[in-house]
């Protein structure tokens, strides 16, 4: 029998936390069909912001990879509270990522391999996706990373 991928995820030591509530007037996550859309979520741990600042300034590129590790994580925690287990994730589809950027930083793409990283290490080929990575000039909170997901599950 084969880890859910929950247990791959312990196994290898990453845990998925619990699902943070909204900071506004939208829910986590929204399943339709087999699409379920994750709203953004930050590099966030339970007591508050875990990385804050601009990457390039006040955070260096490696830290900004493990903010974009805990915002993936993040996602996954909301995926799970709409669907009950991660088990259900047939692909992660989409993958948007939103750096907290010091002017003139272009390393976003480096940064965003954290989220990308993690989630395939969760959930191996069916972990690879599409990506979109940006710099923004402020997230909430003075984030460091923000990301949002888009998987595709069974009904």
């Known amino acids: 029998m084969s880890l859910s991928y929950e247990e791959r995820a312990k196994s290898i030591g990453i845990t998925i936390p619990k699902a943070a509530t909204p900071a506004g007037s939208y829910v986590p996550a929204v399943q339709t069909g ?22 390039g300034q006040d955070l260096t590129v490696n830290d900004g ?11 996954l925690a909301a995926a799970k509270s709409v669907l009950g287990t ?34 395939v290490k969760i959930f191996g080929e069916i972990g690879r996706h599409a990506r979109t990575s940006v710099d923004v000039s402020d997230l909430p909170l003075n984030i460091a990373v923000e990301v949002e997901v888009v998987l595709a599950c069974t009904s």
């Open 34 to 55: 087999q699409l379920i859309f994750v709203a953004g979520q930050g590099s966030m741990r339970q007591d508050g912001p875990a990385f804050k600042g601009k990457v």
């Open 86 to 119: 991660l088990d259900r994730v047939d692909r992660v589809v989409k993958v948007n990522g939103y750096v907290n950027s010091a002017p003139g930083f272009t390393h976003q793409a480096k940064v965003m391999n954290g989220a990308s990283d993690v989630l």
């Open 65 to 75: 990879y493990e903010a974009a590790k805990l915002a993936a994580l993040n996602c």
